[in-house]
């Protein structure tokens, strides 16, 4: 007997043994090819993907991916599942961006890593920024820590960074808000490159 998918009855028991966090690593390995890109993707330890990697294993009791040099390669059961795995995980992002339209007017408080050296410079302005918008926010500021960036802004301990480098990679997003100039004094009469 064939079943449509509207028919076909949800075991919801059947999902205390699934664990639903494991499944956006796979994808993120079948795209890379890679432990330690998915890792640095999902922002966690390539100890700990590989750990993942182990438990989604023994979840669905198939290798997955199989070592060849050094890519990871899908086996013929990755092949099959990877498309539903995917347009299940891109389903449940769409339903959960859907609810989540921004409004200003619900931020209480934006967390800021910034440079010491233009903090003074940016900060003010920020603030008067904000204070035209008649948006009554805390602003928290913290040291920045270029090495941490990327993670603190993945698990939002971080809302946002001011810094003077751009070098954070693909996977953050920036925009310039101000251009400087630099002066150089000096005594000497050549200035070497």
């Given amino acids: 007997m064939n079943f449509t998918h509207n028919n076909a009855i949800i075991d919801m028991g059947f999902f205390h043994h699934i664990d639903i966090n494991l499944y956006p690593l796979f994808i993120a390995i079948y795209e890379q090819r890679s432990i330690s890109k998915a890792a640095q993707i999902l922002c966690i330890t390539q100890s700990a993907a590989s750990h993942a990697l182990q438990r989604l294993r023994q979840q669905l009791k198939d290798d997955l991916f199989i070592r060849v040099g050094h890519r990871m390669s899908p086996t013929p059961f990755s092949e099959q599942i990877y498309p539903p795995i995917k347009n299940a995980l891109y389903s449940i992002q769409s339903i959960t961006l859907q609810k989540q339209k921004f409004d200003p007017s619900m931020i209480k408080s934006l967390k800021i890593a910034v440079h010491d050296e233009i903090e003074p410079i940016i900060f003010p302005k920020l603030i008067q920024h904000f204070q035209k918008l008649d948006l009554d926010i805390e602003f928290l500021s913290s040291k920045l820590e270029r090495k941490n960036v990327v993670t603190e802004l993945a698990t939002q301990q971080i809302d946002f960074v001011i ?28 200035i070497r490159s």
């Fill in 163 to 190: 810094d003077l480098e751009q070098n954070y990679g693909d996977k953050i997003q920036f925009k310039s808000l101000v251009q400087d100039k630099f002066v150089i004094c000096t005594q000497q009469k050549k």
